[in-house]
């Protein structure tokens, strides 16, 4: 949902776009996951990159406890992440 909104807010994509996407994500049967070790595993993550916040660890974490892809559009974060998950951008999402 975040990518989606930040891609309308820069004006990457229009606000049709962003609501039909939105709508899409929504109708998606996405259950929300906490793994046990998620708090553990964000924590080192942040610990061997370097980062002061383990927000954006958690993200990396998630996905690759999941063994999902991560969608971002965070250069920086995709940089990094692209170490330990498969990276999506916007470019990757079918039109």
Not at 4 to 28: D, G, N, P, Q, Y
Not at 70 to 80: G, I, N, S
Request: with cysteine; glycine share 2%; net charge positive.
């Amino acid at each position: 949902m975040s990518v989606i909104h930040e891609l309308k807010w820069r004006h990457r994509i229009s606000a049709t776009l962003a609501s039909a996407a939105f709508e899409k994500l929504m109708a998606v049967p996405v259950r929300p996951r906490q793994p046990a070790e998620l708090k553990a595993e964000a924590w080192r993550l942040a610990e061997r990159f370097g980062w002061a916040k383990t927000y954006d660890a958690e993200y990396v974490a998630l996905a690759r406890l999941s063994k999902c892809r991560l969608l971002t559009t965070d250069a920086r974060l995709a940089t990094v992440a692209r170490q330990i998950v498969d990276i999506v951008g916007p470019a990757d999402l079918p039109k």
